[in-house]
Protein backbone atom coordinates (compact mmCIF):
# COMPACT_ATOMS: atom_id res chain seq x y z
CA UNK A 1 0.00 0.00 0.00
CA UNK A 2 1.58 3.77 -0.55
CA UNK A 3 -0.21 6.63 0.48
CA UNK A 4 1.12 10.10 0.26
CA UNK A 5 0.35 12.87 3.12
CA UNK A 6 0.82 16.86 2.66
CA UNK A 7 1.94 16.74 5.69
CA UNK A 8 3.63 14.23 8.52
CA UNK A 9 5.21 13.48 11.91
CA UNK A 10 8.50 12.10 11.01
CA UNK A 11 10.68 11.33 13.76
CA UNK A 12 12.71 14.12 13.04
CA UNK A 13 9.92 16.53 12.78
CA UNK A 14 7.03 17.35 10.50
CA UNK A 15 7.39 17.10 7.18
CA UNK A 16 5.77 17.73 3.94
CA UNK A 17 4.85 15.80 0.80
CA UNK A 18 5.68 12.31 2.32
CA UNK A 19 4.95 9.40 0.60
CA UNK A 20 4.10 6.37 2.75
CA UNK A 21 5.15 2.76 1.76
CA UNK A 22 3.90 -0.51 3.07
CA UNK A 23 4.78 -4.37 3.00
CA UNK A 24 3.26 -7.40 5.21
CA UNK A 25 2.00 -4.48 8.20
CA UNK A 26 5.28 -2.78 8.59
CA UNK A 27 6.26 0.51 6.98
CA UNK A 28 9.07 0.05 3.94
CA UNK A 29 9.79 3.78 2.85
CA UNK A 30 9.51 6.93 3.75
CA UNK A 31 10.45 9.45 1.40
CA UNK A 32 9.64 13.20 2.28
CA UNK A 33 9.80 15.88 -0.02
CA UNK A 34 8.25 13.62 -3.01
CA UNK A 35 5.86 14.02 -5.65
CA UNK A 36 2.30 11.60 -5.07
CA UNK A 37 3.06 8.69 -6.72
CA UNK A 38 -0.49 7.83 -9.41
CA UNK A 39 -1.11 5.03 -7.37
CA UNK A 40 -1.15 6.15 -3.76
CA UNK A 41 -3.90 7.15 -1.48
CA UNK A 42 -3.79 10.64 -0.65
CA UNK A 43 -4.45 12.28 2.65
CA UNK A 44 -5.22 15.51 3.56
CA UNK A 45 -4.25 17.28 6.60
CA UNK A 46 -1.67 16.30 8.76
CA UNK A 47 -0.55 12.80 9.22
CA UNK A 48 0.49 11.35 12.66
CA UNK A 49 1.96 8.01 14.01
CA UNK A 50 -0.64 5.60 15.24
CA UNK A 51 -1.25 7.10 19.16
CA UNK A 52 -1.26 5.31 22.65
CA UNK A 53 -4.22 5.10 25.08
CA UNK A 54 -1.51 4.15 27.97
CA UNK A 55 -4.37 3.94 30.54
CA UNK A 56 -8.12 2.63 30.27
CA UNK A 57 -10.20 1.38 32.21
CA UNK A 58 -12.73 0.52 29.05
CA UNK A 59 -15.96 -0.44 31.81
CA UNK A 60 -15.62 3.15 33.06
CA UNK A 61 -16.99 4.47 29.56
CA UNK A 62 -20.80 3.35 31.20
CA UNK A 63 -20.49 6.01 33.64
CA UNK A 64 -20.08 9.30 30.79
CA UNK A 65 -23.42 11.48 31.63
CA UNK A 66 -24.17 9.39 34.63
CA UNK A 67 -21.71 10.69 37.24
CA UNK A 68 -22.61 14.57 37.80
CA UNK A 69 -25.66 15.15 39.54
CA UNK A 70 -23.88 15.18 42.99
CA UNK A 71 -21.31 16.89 44.95
CA UNK A 72 -18.87 14.77 46.31
CA UNK A 73 -15.20 13.53 45.08
CA UNK A 74 -13.26 10.38 44.24
CA UNK A 75 -14.40 8.22 46.09
CA UNK A 76 -18.05 8.95 46.15
CA UNK A 77 -17.31 8.62 42.06
CA UNK A 78 -15.95 5.37 43.19
CA UNK A 79 -19.14 4.03 44.63
CA UNK A 80 -21.48 4.77 41.37
CA UNK A 81 -17.88 2.84 39.34
CA UNK A 82 -18.02 -0.13 41.65
CA UNK A 83 -22.64 -0.40 40.96
CA UNK A 84 -21.34 -0.75 37.11
CA UNK A 85 -18.72 -3.35 37.58
CA UNK A 86 -21.44 -5.24 39.47
CA UNK A 87 -23.66 -5.88 36.18
CA UNK A 88 -20.97 -6.97 33.95
CA UNK A 89 -20.03 -10.26 33.14
CA UNK A 90 -17.81 -11.59 29.57
CA UNK A 91 -20.26 -11.47 27.35
CA UNK A 92 -21.89 -7.47 28.39
CA UNK A 93 -17.77 -6.60 28.86
CA UNK A 94 -16.91 -7.78 25.02
CA UNK A 95 -20.31 -5.78 23.80
CA UNK A 96 -18.84 -2.91 25.98
CA UNK A 97 -15.51 -3.05 25.62
CA UNK A 98 -15.78 -3.57 22.12
CA UNK A 99 -17.71 -0.45 21.67
CA UNK A 100 -15.25 1.43 23.41
CA UNK A 101 -11.97 0.87 21.85
CA UNK A 102 -13.91 1.46 18.86
CA UNK A 103 -14.60 4.67 20.52
CA UNK A 104 -10.74 4.93 20.73
CA UNK A 105 -9.75 3.88 17.16
CA UNK A 106 -12.01 6.86 15.77
CA UNK A 107 -10.21 9.10 17.47
CA UNK A 108 -6.84 7.68 16.62
CA UNK A 109 -5.83 5.37 19.13
CA UNK A 110 -4.02 2.48 17.51
CA UNK A 111 -2.81 0.84 20.66
CA UNK A 112 -4.62 0.57 24.54
CA UNK A 113 -2.81 -0.29 27.71
CA UNK A 114 -6.05 -1.36 29.77
CA UNK A 115 -5.53 -1.68 33.05
CA UNK A 116 -7.50 -4.47 34.25
CA UNK A 117 -8.96 -5.55 37.44
CA UNK A 118 -12.58 -6.65 37.20
CA UNK A 119 -11.57 -10.50 36.34
CA UNK A 120 -14.32 -12.50 38.34
CA UNK A 121 -17.73 -13.55 39.05
CA UNK A 122 -20.37 -12.43 41.20
CA UNK A 123 -19.05 -12.76 44.77
CA UNK A 124 -15.59 -13.20 43.91
CA UNK A 125 -16.22 -16.62 42.24
CA UNK A 126 -13.69 -17.25 39.62
CA UNK A 127 -15.41 -18.11 36.17
CA UNK A 128 -14.94 -21.05 34.40
CA UNK A 129 -12.20 -19.71 32.55
CA UNK A 130 -10.47 -17.93 34.68
CA UNK A 131 -9.64 -15.04 32.84
CA UNK A 132 -12.85 -15.09 30.75
CA UNK A 133 -12.68 -11.21 31.19
CA UNK A 134 -9.51 -10.59 30.34
CA UNK A 135 -10.32 -12.86 26.74
CA UNK A 136 -13.29 -10.47 26.28
CA UNK A 137 -11.01 -7.26 26.39
CA UNK A 138 -8.50 -9.16 23.78
CA UNK A 139 -11.39 -9.92 21.84
CA UNK A 140 -12.84 -6.89 21.94
CA UNK A 141 -9.64 -5.21 20.58
CA UNK A 142 -8.98 -7.36 17.71
CA UNK A 143 -12.88 -7.00 16.60
CA UNK A 144 -12.14 -2.94 16.70
CA UNK A 145 -8.93 -3.27 14.96
CA UNK A 146 -6.39 -2.43 17.64
CA UNK A 147 -3.73 -3.66 19.50
CA UNK A 148 -3.66 -4.20 23.31
CA UNK A 149 -1.79 -4.30 26.51
CA UNK A 150 -3.76 -6.50 28.75
CA UNK A 151 -2.44 -4.88 32.29
CA UNK A 152 -3.52 -7.81 34.19
CA UNK A 153 -3.99 -6.55 38.08
CA UNK A 154 -3.19 -7.53 41.43
CA UNK A 155 -5.91 -6.19 43.79
CA UNK A 156 -5.71 -7.94 47.38
CA UNK A 157 -6.97 -5.15 49.77
CA UNK A 158 -9.92 -3.20 49.93
CA UNK A 159 -8.03 -0.06 51.33
CA UNK A 160 -5.35 1.44 53.50
CA UNK A 161 -5.66 3.48 56.44
CA UNK A 162 -3.49 4.71 59.08
CA UNK A 163 -4.86 1.49 60.99
CA UNK A 164 -3.69 -0.99 58.33
CA UNK A 165 -5.16 -2.25 55.13
CA UNK A 166 -8.54 -2.73 54.94
CA UNK A 167 -11.03 -6.15 54.11
CA UNK A 168 -12.38 -6.31 50.33
CA UNK A 169 -15.80 -4.73 50.09
CA UNK A 170 -18.80 -7.19 48.30
CA UNK A 171 -17.96 -4.95 45.42
CA UNK A 172 -14.18 -5.21 45.50
CA UNK A 173 -14.51 -9.19 45.99
CA UNK A 174 -14.79 -9.28 41.65
CA UNK A 175 -11.32 -7.73 41.45
CA UNK A 176 -9.32 -9.79 43.52
CA UNK A 177 -7.26 -13.52 43.70
CA UNK A 178 -6.57 -15.58 46.64
CA UNK A 179 -2.94 -13.68 46.49
CA UNK A 180 0.05 -12.68 44.67
CA UNK A 181 1.02 -16.31 43.08
CA UNK A 182 -2.33 -17.00 42.57
CA UNK A 183 -2.73 -13.45 40.65
CA UNK A 184 0.69 -14.40 38.99
CA UNK A 185 -0.37 -18.13 37.71
CA UNK A 186 -3.36 -16.65 36.52
CA UNK A 187 -2.02 -14.24 34.03
CA UNK A 188 0.71 -16.73 32.87
CA UNK A 189 -2.23 -18.35 31.78
CA UNK A 190 -3.42 -16.05 28.78
CA UNK A 191 -2.94 -17.50 25.26
CA UNK A 192 -0.89 -15.51 23.60
CA UNK A 193 -2.73 -13.28 20.48
CA UNK A 194 -0.48 -11.66 18.14
CA UNK A 195 -2.24 -8.07 18.59
CA UNK A 196 -1.63 -8.41 22.39
CA UNK A 197 1.26 -8.21 25.13
CA UNK A 198 0.89 -9.45 28.36
CA UNK A 199 0.92 -6.86 31.03
CA UNK A 200 1.32 -6.61 34.83
CA UNK A 201 -0.07 -3.87 37.10
CA UNK A 202 -0.60 -3.79 40.48
CA UNK A 203 -3.65 -1.35 41.37
CA UNK A 204 -2.25 0.46 44.13
CA UNK A 205 -0.60 0.92 47.82
CA UNK A 206 -4.24 0.89 48.57
CA UNK A 207 -4.81 -2.45 47.19
CA UNK A 208 -1.52 -3.99 47.30
CA UNK A 209 -0.11 -4.78 51.10
CA UNK A 210 3.62 -4.53 50.81
CA UNK A 211 5.24 -7.89 50.71
CA UNK A 212 2.76 -8.75 48.17
CA UNK A 213 4.20 -5.24 45.88
CA UNK A 214 7.25 -6.81 46.18
CA UNK A 215 5.82 -10.06 44.61
CA UNK A 216 4.16 -8.33 41.77
CA UNK A 217 7.40 -6.21 40.90
CA UNK A 218 9.08 -10.03 40.91
CA UNK A 219 6.79 -11.85 39.12
CA UNK A 220 6.40 -8.88 36.07
CA UNK A 221 10.27 -8.65 36.14
CA UNK A 222 11.01 -12.28 35.66
CA UNK A 223 8.01 -12.67 33.13
CA UNK A 224 9.40 -9.53 31.08
CA UNK A 225 5.68 -7.90 31.54
CA UNK A 226 5.50 -4.45 32.11
CA UNK A 227 4.41 -3.39 35.46
CA UNK A 228 1.87 -0.32 35.88
CA UNK A 229 0.49 1.26 38.80
CA UNK A 230 -1.58 4.17 40.20
CA UNK A 231 0.72 6.16 42.42
CA UNK A 232 -0.07 9.47 44.62
CA UNK A 233 -3.45 9.50 42.99
CA UNK A 234 -5.27 11.20 45.93
CA UNK A 235 -3.60 13.46 49.05
CA UNK A 236 -5.54 10.53 50.93
CA UNK A 237 -3.51 7.62 49.84
CA UNK A 238 -0.48 9.20 50.12
CA UNK A 239 -1.45 10.30 53.88
CA UNK A 240 -2.78 6.29 54.83
CA UNK A 241 0.53 5.49 53.37
CA UNK A 242 2.79 7.92 55.23
CA UNK A 243 0.45 7.39 58.33
CA UNK A 244 0.95 3.21 58.00
CA UNK A 245 4.05 2.29 56.91
CA UNK A 246 6.03 5.68 57.48
CA UNK A 247 6.63 6.24 53.67
CA UNK A 248 5.30 8.05 50.34
CA UNK A 249 3.87 5.63 47.96
CA UNK A 250 6.65 6.05 45.64
CA UNK A 251 9.07 5.13 48.19
CA UNK A 252 7.44 2.26 49.54
CA UNK A 253 7.02 1.42 45.57
CA UNK A 254 11.11 1.36 45.15
CA UNK A 255 11.75 -0.24 48.69
CA UNK A 256 9.64 -3.47 47.22
CA UNK A 257 11.76 -3.57 43.53
CA UNK A 258 8.44 -1.99 42.01
CA UNK A 259 9.67 1.38 39.89
CA UNK A 260 12.42 0.71 37.23
CA UNK A 261 12.56 0.81 33.49
CA UNK A 262 9.38 -1.41 32.76
CA UNK A 263 7.46 0.36 35.25
CA UNK A 264 4.66 3.20 34.07
CA UNK A 265 3.50 5.03 37.47
CA UNK A 266 -0.30 6.21 36.27
CA UNK A 267 -1.30 9.65 38.02
CA UNK A 268 1.36 10.27 40.01
CA UNK A 269 -0.51 14.13 40.72
CA UNK A 270 0.59 14.31 44.44
CA UNK A 271 3.87 13.75 44.51
CA UNK A 272 7.30 15.01 47.03
CA UNK A 273 10.26 16.27 45.53
CA UNK A 274 11.74 13.31 47.03
CA UNK A 275 9.40 11.31 44.94
CA UNK A 276 10.11 13.28 41.85
CA UNK A 277 13.91 11.97 42.60
CA UNK A 278 12.59 8.26 43.30
CA UNK A 279 10.95 8.04 39.83
CA UNK A 280 14.09 9.67 38.25
CA UNK A 281 16.59 7.91 39.51
CA UNK A 282 14.48 4.53 38.91
CA UNK A 283 13.91 5.10 34.95
CA UNK A 284 10.06 4.77 35.62
CA UNK A 285 7.67 6.53 33.19
CA UNK A 286 4.40 8.52 34.46
CA UNK A 287 1.14 8.36 32.71
CA UNK A 288 -0.78 11.68 32.77
CA UNK A 289 -4.70 11.40 32.50
CA UNK A 290 -5.82 15.32 32.57
CA UNK A 291 -9.67 14.97 31.86
CA UNK A 292 -10.15 12.06 34.23
CA UNK A 293 -7.98 14.40 36.77
CA UNK A 294 -9.84 17.23 36.28
CA UNK A 295 -13.21 15.38 36.02
CA UNK A 296 -12.76 13.72 39.34
CA UNK A 297 -10.91 16.54 41.28
CA UNK A 298 -7.68 14.77 41.73
CA UNK A 299 -5.46 17.79 41.10
CA UNK A 300 -2.29 19.23 38.50
CA UNK A 301 0.36 16.96 38.81
CA UNK A 302 4.32 18.39 38.15
CA UNK A 303 4.32 17.55 34.70
CA UNK A 304 6.97 19.84 33.50
CA UNK A 305 8.79 19.13 36.45
CA UNK A 306 8.82 14.96 35.59
CA UNK A 307 9.53 15.77 32.09
CA UNK A 308 12.49 18.26 33.21
CA UNK A 309 13.90 15.21 35.04
CA UNK A 310 14.02 12.99 32.22
CA UNK A 311 10.60 10.68 33.10
CA UNK A 312 9.26 9.92 30.12
CA UNK A 313 5.58 10.63 29.84
CA UNK A 314 2.68 9.06 28.11
CA UNK A 315 -1.19 9.86 28.07
CA UNK A 316 -4.36 8.10 28.96
CA UNK A 317 -8.28 8.87 29.33
CA UNK A 318 -8.91 6.72 31.85
CA UNK A 319 -12.42 6.92 32.64
CA UNK A 320 -12.72 7.94 29.30
CA UNK A 321 -15.43 11.00 30.39
CA UNK A 322 -13.56 11.85 26.80
CA UNK A 323 -12.10 9.57 24.32
CA UNK A 324 -9.94 12.19 22.77
CA UNK A 325 -5.98 11.80 23.20
CA UNK A 326 -5.70 15.27 21.56
CA UNK A 327 -7.34 16.62 24.14
CA UNK A 328 -5.41 14.65 26.60
CA UNK A 329 -1.87 16.14 25.25
CA UNK A 330 -4.13 19.80 24.81
CA UNK A 331 -4.88 19.45 28.64
CA UNK A 332 -1.64 18.81 29.88
CA UNK A 333 -0.43 21.76 28.21
CA UNK A 334 -3.16 23.68 29.78
CA UNK A 335 -2.98 22.78 32.78
CA UNK A 336 0.40 23.47 33.15
CA UNK A 337 -0.30 27.00 31.74
CA UNK A 338 -2.93 27.13 35.06
CA UNK A 339 -0.60 26.32 37.81
CA UNK A 340 2.67 27.89 36.26
CA UNK A 341 1.33 31.11 34.68
CA UNK A 342 3.04 30.71 31.37
CA UNK A 343 2.35 29.66 28.13
CA UNK A 344 4.51 26.67 25.97
CA UNK A 345 4.96 24.55 29.21
CA UNK A 346 5.73 21.76 27.14
CA UNK A 347 6.78 22.22 23.38
CA UNK A 348 4.74 20.87 20.62
CA UNK A 349 7.18 17.77 19.54
CA UNK A 350 7.14 16.42 22.72
CA UNK A 351 3.52 16.74 23.34
CA UNK A 352 3.42 14.37 20.19
CA UNK A 353 6.18 12.39 21.33
CA UNK A 354 3.37 11.35 24.80
CA UNK A 355 1.46 10.48 22.14
CA UNK A 356 2.76 8.16 20.22
CA UNK A 357 6.10 6.83 21.30
CA UNK A 358 6.07 7.35 24.90
CA UNK A 359 2.83 5.83 24.94
CA UNK A 360 3.72 2.70 22.93
CA UNK A 361 7.31 1.90 24.73
CA UNK A 362 5.38 2.24 28.25
CA UNK A 363 3.31 -0.23 26.53
CA UNK A 364 6.16 -2.88 25.50
CA UNK A 365 5.42 -1.93 21.99
CA UNK A 366 8.84 -0.58 20.94
CA UNK A 367 8.24 -0.77 17.14
CA UNK A 368 5.01 1.32 16.54
CA UNK A 369 4.21 4.85 17.16
CA UNK A 370 6.93 6.01 14.46
CA UNK A 371 6.44 7.00 10.81
CA UNK A 372 9.80 4.59 9.79
CA UNK A 373 10.77 2.19 7.96
CA UNK A 374 10.48 -0.98 9.76
CA UNK A 375 8.21 0.27 12.71
CA UNK A 376 4.25 -1.16 12.43
CA UNK A 377 2.33 0.55 9.48
CA UNK A 378 0.28 2.56 12.01
CA UNK A 379 -1.11 5.98 10.71
CA UNK A 380 -3.89 8.85 12.09
CA UNK A 381 -4.96 11.47 9.53
CA UNK A 382 -6.27 14.53 10.71
CA UNK A 383 -8.11 17.49 8.85
CA UNK A 384 -7.18 20.99 8.40
CA UNK A 385 -10.44 22.27 6.96
CA UNK A 386 -13.18 21.70 9.54
CA UNK A 387 -14.54 24.59 11.80
CA UNK A 388 -11.97 23.90 14.80
CA UNK A 389 -8.63 23.54 12.36
CA UNK A 390 -9.24 25.58 9.34
CA UNK A 391 -6.10 27.99 9.22
CA UNK A 392 -4.07 26.11 11.37
CA UNK A 393 -0.50 25.56 10.82
CA UNK A 394 -0.06 22.09 10.45
CA UNK A 395 2.87 22.03 12.86
CA UNK A 396 0.53 23.11 15.31
CA UNK A 397 -2.51 21.18 14.91
CA UNK A 398 -1.60 19.32 18.10
CA UNK A 399 -3.18 21.98 20.18
CA UNK A 400 -6.13 22.44 18.59
CA UNK A 401 -7.71 19.22 16.69
CA UNK A 402 -9.69 16.68 18.54
CA UNK A 403 -11.18 13.27 17.79
CA UNK A 404 -13.96 14.63 15.72
CA UNK A 405 -11.14 15.61 13.15
CA UNK A 406 -9.47 12.38 12.30
CA UNK A 407 -10.72 11.30 8.95
CA UNK A 408 -8.63 8.01 8.07
CA UNK A 409 -6.51 5.66 10.84
CA UNK A 410 -4.53 2.70 9.79
CA UNK A 411 -3.38 -0.35 11.97
CA UNK A 412 -0.27 -2.34 10.56
CA UNK A 413 -1.57 -1.92 7.25
CA UNK A 414 -5.23 -1.96 7.10
CA UNK A 415 -7.47 0.54 7.14
CA UNK A 416 -9.83 0.71 9.96
CA UNK A 417 -11.30 4.26 9.61
CA UNK A 418 -11.74 6.05 6.70
CA UNK A 419 -13.63 9.00 5.97
CA UNK A 420 -14.06 9.05 9.70
CA UNK A 421 -16.26 5.77 9.23
CA UNK A 422 -15.11 2.69 11.54
CA UNK A 423 -15.36 -0.93 9.77
CA UNK A 424 -17.97 -1.83 12.58
CA UNK A 425 -20.48 0.68 11.22
CA UNK A 426 -22.34 3.15 13.68
CA UNK A 427 -20.26 3.42 17.09
CA UNK A 428 -22.34 5.29 18.57
CA UNK A 429 -25.13 2.80 18.02
CA UNK A 430 -22.36 0.27 19.68
CA UNK A 431 -21.91 2.15 22.59
CA UNK A 432 -25.64 2.69 23.23
CA UNK A 433 -26.51 -0.41 22.86
CA UNK A 434 -23.65 -2.15 25.03
CA UNK A 435 -24.41 0.42 27.88
CA UNK A 436 -28.06 0.66 28.33
CA UNK A 437 -28.22 -2.78 30.14
CA UNK A 438 -25.91 -1.51 32.49
CA UNK A 439 -28.61 0.91 33.59
CA UNK A 440 -31.72 -0.67 33.45
CA UNK A 441 -32.73 0.81 30.27
CA UNK A 442 -33.17 -1.66 27.74
Known amino acids: MIWHAAAAWLPGGLAADVTIEEKDGRFSAISPDSPPPPSATRLAGVVFPGLANAHSHAFHRALRGRAHEARGSFWSWRDLMYSVALRLDPDRYLALARAVYAEMVLAGVTTVGEFHYLHHGPGGKPYADANAMGAALVQAAADAGARITLLDTCYLAGGLSAAGHE?????????????????AARVSALPPAPHMVVGA??????????AALGQVAVAAGDAGWPLHLHL???????????????????RLCADQ???????????????????IDILAR?????????????????????????AGRGVPLC?????????????EAQALE??????????????????????????????????????????????????????????????????????GDV????????????????????????????????????
Open 232 to 250: SEQREENEACLGFYGRTPA
Open 334 to 403: MDERLVSGERVRFPIPELVTALTTGGHRQLGWPDCGELRPGARADLVAVRLDTVRTAGTDPAQAVMVAGA
Open 167 to 183: PLSPAQRRFADPGPSQW
Open 282 to 306: SGAGVCICPTTERDLGDGVGPGREL
Open 201 to 210: AAHSVRAVPE
Open 257 to 275: GALGPATTAVHATHLTSAD
Open 315 to 327: LGSDQHGTVDLLA
Open 407 to 442: HTVVVEGRTVVSGGYHTLGDVGQLLAAAIAPLWGDE
